[in-house]
């Protein structure tokens, strides 16, 4: 890709696996941030590395150790995750191009999420866990070059933990939600979401992003 082809949120190809742009910085030769997908490890490199793809129906992929398949027809349920595809928030809302979100309720195909964004039905798919025959894989631009091994990991949240346990919060951590510009600490925890104090609940993930949550305490260590 060129430079100038490139913006926030874009999924795309790098090293044989699919990752999304979070920022792009043109005064920096390696000026392309990305989070890789499967489990939000962050990279620095050129937009001549990466190659450009626009999701699709039943195209399936790997978010945060578990595989999920965009499904454009089918109707949300409180729980589910969207991939917001066509973004056009409101003034309050913030979210942009591929943002991940949980669904809290439904009304009329427009979804309000865990992070209290109005998204309208005709902004997002639904992402359904797993894979069906039908899927065309989209977490390696050619499966064919990743070992078995890795493959299986890949999809194993407890593996992801394992190797990666600096990113992982705790009970007790407090961070800031920069949208809202309010505090709050994390209270509950299951293996992939993290419940604050104040009743939100959103993706383990979705803390790697400063643009939205900063950290400002770690239980047992001041930052």
Do not use: C, W
Request: no cysteine.
């Amino acid at each position: 890709m060129k430079l100038f082809q490139v913006r926030k949120g874009q999924f795309v190809f790098y090293r044989n696996e699919l990752h999304k742009v979070y920022s792009v910085k043109p005064m920096f030769k390696k000026s392309v941030h990305l989070y890789r997908l499967k489990d939000m490890q962050q990279i620095l490199t050129k937009a001549s590395e990466i190659e450009l793809y626009r999701p699709q129906h039943n195209d399936t992929f790997i978010f945060y150790g578990k595989r999920y398949t965009i499904d454009k027809d089918k109707r949300p349920e409180p729980g589910d995750y969207i991939l917001i595809i066509k973004p056009a928030p409101d003034f309050l809302d913030h979210y942009s191009l591929n943002s991940i979100e949980k669904v809290d309720s439904v009304e009329d195909g427009n979804v309000v999420t865990t992070r209290d964004n109005g998204v309208k039905h005709s902004e997002y798919v639904v992402m359904v866990p797993g894979k069906s025959d039908a899927s065309r894989e989209i977490a390696y631009y050619d499966k064919s070059l990743v070992p078995e091994e890795q493959q299986i990991q890949d999809e194993s949240i407890s593996y992801l933990a394992e190797s990666d346990g600096n990113i992982k919060p705790v009970v007790g951590d407090i961070y800031i939600d920069v949208n809202n510009e309010t505090k709050a600490m994390i209270v509950a925890m299951t293996e992939d979401e993290v419940v604050f104090g104040h009743g939100v609940r959103i993706h383990v993930a979705d803390l790697l992003n400063e643009e939205n949550y900063k950290l400002v305490y770690r239980f047992e260590e001041d930052l």
